[in-house]
């Protein structure tokens, strides 16, 4: 038993953090303390008094009171946030806790709309301080004297007045304050502790009984015991040393007390519980030792407020545009390239009508996927004799598909067929083997086969418009499980071989991803380069908004890959509203180093995130984080194939839910998510630029202009970790720190004449299917009836007016935080 001595942030009158429990002392506090059971059950005792709780319960141990905890549910499987409150900032509000006396037990309590208040108070108090919002000490002080008000109002009861009581109390505390300072004492006894406080030992030994529920020999060995545990699971110290060190006459004595209290031996809990020096976890880390599941069941009571709406803060605009002054032509480049991740999906009904229905309305001129000798499409073929034979049916019926869309094919040529393998190492859930081909004749055989195939089927000048994009992130050893040597041999080869078919068909790569340590590629490619007489006709490059910690760049696990293996990489995180326009600035500028100086350049896969099943992809705000990035790059490059077009997907298990958090545009049943909007606002963009800025571009086309708008917001520290605990199914807001409404009043100058001018828009209400989706109740079991609703909800909202103008004219548009508008004027004749 100690009094635990609290430390407080400078800026905070709170210690709030989240913590496993096994087997607490008893101990003691000078402040008051609540704790609320995230995982678990926990056993609270109060001097005699024993209450139990489960995940959900709240507790409230007053200040100066001596409590005991223990957990129910094994060794740290009992999770618990903690609040404990500074009586001095509380004194200087005129409020002194040590002098109030309350009681919360969530399992005796009939009020629980106030309960609930408070569970609401602590979530926020701790979302606050993980995400560092803006001026969160403030409002972490406001809370607190919220909680407070709740506590006297609600909570409090009478203070102990039995003198005797008072005294008796008192007493206990100093006994058991002079057992824990002194239980490591081997001659420590009964006796000895009576003298101390001239007792009678027969009486001691009875009134403690009472008092504390067992004896005093027992709560001798059970205070040793938690103090030795640290050492056996630290230390490489024997178990007779150990229970030496603490009080035991010897190590049987301890064997016997440790088997008795946690129904193990020493042994079998160091094997189970064996600490490195390097194994703790920096209570900085998300303030204390969690789960994002603890976490998550924290996060749910935000919802305590219901529907009620938040008043966002708003930041006014005045924008003045000069619409006579033309900077350049620009490239719709944004819309140069589509992507999807399986060839064979091309053969589905369903991802037909999907790409026939993006293609009608955006209007891609390239596609590109991978897969396309993909042993489900039965291209690569050997007789028992060894011989070769090759079937192209399935591919030319996913060629004649992207065709009659209207789209060039920009083909990854990999992975490598099964029976062409040299090991089997594959990735995705069809079997993707990574690794070099056995014989490199074969693998050659194979690319002359195909290359004369298509020329003949469709013509070389036309073949000559395609592109052929070599492997996929050969630096992730996910994507390649051969040496650098052997990729680069391979590229040779793979080469010489197209361009001894035709010299002007277009061959390049290698659509890296780590360009921490891509420098030494670049080297080593220059050398072969100039060795073998051989090229990259273009560059490609993926970038995802992942970077180390303190802005510095890692080799990122792919987007296919479970997250669980990104965040156990700890250095690794998701980087700041700037970081993917600073990653495409810098992979250009390495890229330079290359011997040819490219202008060909394509961004062939781009995201927010690299998980599949991050819930923000379905969301409003994939829409502004599309809007922003394209307006922000696709000046540099040729074109930036975003990831992906639809949620049907072949490289995981596909989720239940309609929106699972998918990369798609669309859902798997076609619906349009909010991001698809964004690349239908910028393909209605001119073709000749008038400005950018930091929220909008404005463009036009003939007599008519283009402005179009997004309101960004970026997601908090806690999100960019990889922690999805404040993410449910229905609730994707919380993790935007600094939603704002932003309000611009438009100045135009050069309009003349009558006009039509279209707005239209994607908010939360509307044009967002996922939102719509939540408020109906979120149907995992989405039938007819639901799907139609909800693709005619998924629609921008929309605005016409006719204006007429002479000169100058002005006009105000709102958005919502991470909304996105275009507003088309289109002169009226």
């Given at each position: 038993?100690y009094?635990?001595?609290?430390?407080y942030?400078?800026?905070?009158?709170?210690?709030?953090?989240?913590?496993?429990?096994?087997?607490?002392?008893?101990?003691?506090?000078?402040?008051?303390?609540?704790?609320?059971?995230?995982?678990?059950?926990l056993?609270?005792?109060?001097?005699?008094?024993?209450?139990?709780?489960?995940?959900?319960?709240?507790?409230?141990?007053?200040a100066?009171?001596?409590?005991?905890?223990?957990?129910?549910?094994?060794?740290?499987?009992?999770?618990?946030?903690v609040l404990?409150?500074?009586?001095k900032?509380?004194i200087?509000?005129?409020?002194?806790?040590?002098?109030?006396?309350?009681?919360?037990n969530s399992?005796?309590?009939?009020?629980?709309d106030?309960?609930?208040?408070?569970?609401?108070?602590?979530?926020?108090?701790?979302?606050?301080?993980?995400?560092?919002?803006s001026?969160?000490?403030?409002k972490?002080?406001?809370?607190?004297?919220?909680?407070?008000?709740?506590l006297?109002?609600y909570?409090?009861?009478?203070?102990?007045?039995?003198?005797?009581?008072?005294d008796?109390?008192?007493r206990?505390?100093?006994?058991?304050?002079?057992?824990n300072?002194?239980?490591?004492k081997?001659?420590l006894?009964l006796?000895?502790?009576a003298?101390?406080f001239a007792?009678?030992?027969?009486?001691?030994s009875?009134?403690?009984?009472?008092?504390v529920?067992v004896s005093m020999?027992k709560?001798?060995?059970?205070m040793r015991?938690?103090k030795?545990?640290?050492?056996?699971r630290?230390?490489n110290e024997?178990?007779?040393e150990?229970?030496?060190?603490?009080?035991?006459?010897d190590s049987?004595?301890?064997?016997?007390?440790?088997?008795?209290?946690?129904?193990?031996?020493?042994?079998?809990?160091?094997n189970?519980?064996?600490?490195?020096?390097?194994d703790?976890?920096?209570?900085?880390e998300?303030?204390?030792?969690n789960?994002s599941?603890?976490?998550?069941n924290?996060?749910?009571?935000?919802?305590?407020?219901?529907k009620?709406q938040?008043?966002?803060?708003?930041?006014?605009?005045?924008?003045?545009?000069?619409?006579?002054?033309?900077?350049?032509?620009?490239?719709?480049?944004?819309?140069?390239?589509l992507?999807?991740?399986?060839?064979?999906?091309?053969?589905?009904?369903?991802?037909?009508?999907?790409?026939?229905?993006?293609q009608?309305?955006?209007?891609?001129?390239?596609?590109r996927f991978?897969g396309?000798f993909?042993?489900?499409?039965?291209?690569y073929?050997?007789?028992?004799?060894?011989?070769?034979?090759?079937?192209?049916?399935?591919?030319?019926?996913?060629?004649?598909?992207l065709?009659g869309?209207?789209?060039?094919?920009?083909?990854?040529?990999?992975?490598m067929p099964?029976?062409?393998?040299?090991t089997?190492?594959?990735?995705?859930?069809?079997?993707?083997?990574?690794?070099?081909?056995?014989q490199?004749?074969?693998?050659?055989?194979?690319?002359?086969?195909f290359?004369?195939h298509?020329?003949?089927?469709?013509?070389?000048n036309?073949v000559?418009t395609?592109?052929f994009?070599?492997w996929?992130?050969?630096e992730?050893?996910?994507?390649?499980?051969g040496?650098?040597?052997?990729?680069?041999?391979?590229?040779?080869?793979?080469?010489?071989?197209?361009?001894?078919?035709?010299?002007?068909?277009k061959v390049?790569?290698?659509?890296?991803i780590?360009?921490?340590?891509?420098?030494?590629?670049?080297d080593?490619?220059n050398?072969?380069a100039k060795?073998?007489?051989?090229?990259l006709?273009?560059?490609?490059?993926?970038?995802?908004?992942?970077?180390r910690?303190?802005?510095?760049?890692?080799?990122?696990k792919?987007?296919?890959?479970?997250?669980?293996?990104?965040?156990q990489?700890?250095?690794?995180?998701?980087g700041?509203?700037?970081n993917?326009t600073?990653?495409?600035?810098?992979?250009?500028e390495?890229?330079?180093g290359l011997?040819?100086?490219?202008k060909?350049?394509w961004?062939t896969?781009?995201?927010?995130?690299?998980?599949?099943k991050d819930?923000?992809h379905?969301?409003?705000?994939?829409?502004?984080?599309?809007?922003?990035?394209?307006?922000?790059n696709?000046?540099?490059v040729?074109?930036?194939?975003?990831?992906?077009?639809?949620d049907?997907f072949?490289e995981?298990?596909?989720?239940?839910?309609?929106?699972?958090?998918?990369?798609?545009?669309?859902?798997?049943?076609?619906?349009?998510?909010?991001?698809?909007?964004a690349?239908?606002?910028?393909?209605?963009?001119g073709n000749?630029?008038?400005?950018?800025?930091?929220?909008?571009?404005?463009?036009?086309?003939?007599?008519?202009y283009?402005?179009?708008?997004f309101n960004?917001?970026?997601?908090?520290?806690?999100?960019?970790?990889?922690d999805?605990?404040?993410?449910s199914?229905?609730?994707?807001y919380?993790?935007?720190?600094?939603?704002?409404?932003l309000?611009?009043?438009?100045?135009?100058?050069?309009l003349?004449?009558k006009?039509?001018?279209?707005?239209?828009?994607?908010?939360?209400?509307?044009?967002?299917?996922?939102?719509?989706?939540?408020?109906?109740?979120?149907p995992?079991?989405?039938?007819e009836?639901?799907?139609?609703?909800?693709?005619?909800k998924?629609?921008?909202?929309?605005?016409?007016?006719n204006?007429f103008?002479?000169?100058?004219y002005?006009?105000?548009s709102?958005l919502?935080?991470?909304?996105?508008q275009?507003?088309?004027i289109?002169?009226?004749y």
């Amino acid at each position: 038993m100690y009094q635990e001595q609290i430390q407080y942030q400078a800026d905070l009158p709170v210690k709030i953090f989240t913590q496993t429990v096994d087997s607490f002392p008893y101990h003691w506090h000078e402040d008051s303390e609540i704790l609320l059971v995230l995982e678990g059950e926990l056993e609270i005792r109060i001097d005699q008094k024993k209450y139990t709780l489960s995940s959900g319960d709240i507790f409230l141990v007053n200040a100066n009171e001596l409590h005991f905890t223990n957990s129910l549910t094994g060794y740290e499987n009992t999770q618990v946030l903690v609040l404990q409150m500074e009586n001095k900032y509380l004194i200087e509000h005129g409020i002194d806790m040590e002098k109030r006396r309350f009681y919360i037990n969530s399992r005796e309590e009939s009020n629980t709309d106030k309960l609930d208040e408070i569970k609401y108070i602590l979530a926020k108090m701790m979302e606050l301080i993980i995400n560092k919002r803006s001026y969160y000490n403030l409002k972490v002080k406001k809370l607190v004297l919220e909680l407070v008000v709740n506590l006297i109002e609600y909570f409090e009861i009478p203070p102990i007045t039995d003198l005797k009581q008072l005294d008796s109390d008192q007493r206990l505390l100093e006994i058991l304050k002079y057992m824990n300072n002194n239980c490591m004492k081997t001659s420590l006894s009964l006796r000895d502790i009576a003298e101390k406080f001239a007792l009678n030992p027969h009486y001691l030994s009875r009134y403690f009984k009472v008092k504390v529920g067992v004896s005093m020999k027992k709560k001798l060995d059970s205070m040793r015991l938690n103090k030795s545990l640290m050492a056996l699971r630290m230390t490489n110290e024997t178990v007779t040393e150990i229970a030496l060190k603490f009080g035991f006459p010897d190590s049987k004595a301890y064997y016997r007390v440790f088997k008795e209290v946690l129904g193990t031996t020493p042994s079998e809990f160091r094997n189970l519980y064996k600490l490195e020096s390097g194994d703790f976890i920096s209570k900085d880390e998300y303030l204390g030792i969690n789960s994002s599941e603890s976490l998550a069941n924290l996060f749910k009571y935000l919802e305590w407020k219901g529907k009620q709406q938040e008043i966002l803060k708003k930041q006014n605009q005045v924008v003045y545009l000069d619409l006579f002054q033309v900077q350049k032509t620009i490239n719709h480049t944004f819309t140069n390239l589509l992507t999807f991740g399986y060839a064979p999906l091309a053969l589905r009904s369903d991802f037909k009508s999907q790409l026939n229905q993006i293609q009608q309305e955006i209007n891609f001129k390239y596609v590109r996927f991978h897969g396309i000798f993909a042993d489900q499409l039965h291209v690569y073929n050997e007789n028992p004799d060894k011989s070769l034979f090759f079937n192209f049916n399935n591919l030319d019926i996913i060629l004649d598909t992207l065709y009659g869309a209207k789209l060039k094919p920009f083909i990854e040529i990999g992975f490598m067929p099964k029976d062409l393998a040299t090991t089997e190492d594959t990735i995705f859930l069809w079997d993707a083997y990574i690794s070099p081909p056995k014989q490199m004749s074969h693998w050659k055989a194979l690319l002359e086969a195909f290359f004369k195939h298509i020329i003949n089927r469709y013509g070389l000048n036309e073949v000559r418009t395609w592109y052929f994009e070599f492997w996929n992130e050969p630096e992730v050893p996910y994507f390649w499980k051969g040496s650098r040597e052997e990729f680069l041999t391979l590229y040779a080869e793979t080469f010489k071989t197209i361009k001894s078919i035709d010299s002007e068909i277009k061959v390049g790569g290698f659509s890296s991803i780590n360009f921490n340590n891509y420098q030494s590629l670049i080297d080593d490619f220059n050398v072969l380069a100039k060795k073998e007489n051989i090229d990259l006709d273009f560059f490609t490059f993926h970038v995802y908004n992942l970077t180390r910690k303190h802005n510095v760049q890692v080799e990122a696990k792919r987007k296919s890959l479970v997250i669980e293996s990104v965040t156990q990489f700890k250095s690794i995180m998701l980087g700041d509203e700037h970081n993917l326009t600073k990653s495409i600035d810098s992979i250009i500028e390495i890229s330079s180093g290359l011997h040819k100086n490219f202008k060909d350049i394509w961004i062939t896969e781009w995201n927010s995130n690299s998980d599949s099943k991050d819930l923000l992809h379905d969301t409003c705000y994939t829409a502004a984080f599309i809007t922003k990035n394209a307006i922000e790059n696709f000046e540099k490059v040729k074109g930036m194939g975003y990831w992906t077009f639809t949620d049907l997907f072949e490289e995981f298990k596909q989720q239940k839910h309609l929106f699972h958090g998918g990369f798609g545009l669309m859902t798997y049943n076609g619906i349009k998510k909010a991001g698809y909007h964004a690349f239908y606002f910028l393909s209605k963009l001119g073709n000749e630029l008038i400005e950018k800025r930091e929220n909008m571009i404005i463009t036009k086309r003939g007599s008519d202009y283009q402005i179009l708008i997004f309101n960004y917001s970026h997601p908090n520290y806690l999100y960019r970790n990889f922690d999805y605990s404040q993410l449910s199914l229905t609730n994707r807001y919380t993790v935007f720190n600094d939603e704002r409404v932003l309000s611009l009043k438009v100045n135009l100058n050069g309009l003349h004449g009558k006009y039509r001018m279209k707005k239209q828009y994607v908010n939360r209400f509307e044009g967002s299917a996922y939102d719509v989706w939540a408020n109906i109740g979120a149907p995992l079991d989405i039938d007819e009836e639901i799907t139609r609703y909800l693709k005619g909800k998924a629609e921008p909202g929309i605005h016409v007016e006719n204006i007429f103008v002479d000169q100058d004219y002005a006009f105000t548009s709102e958005l919502q935080p991470h909304e996105i508008q275009l507003i088309e004027i289109k002169k009226y004749y």
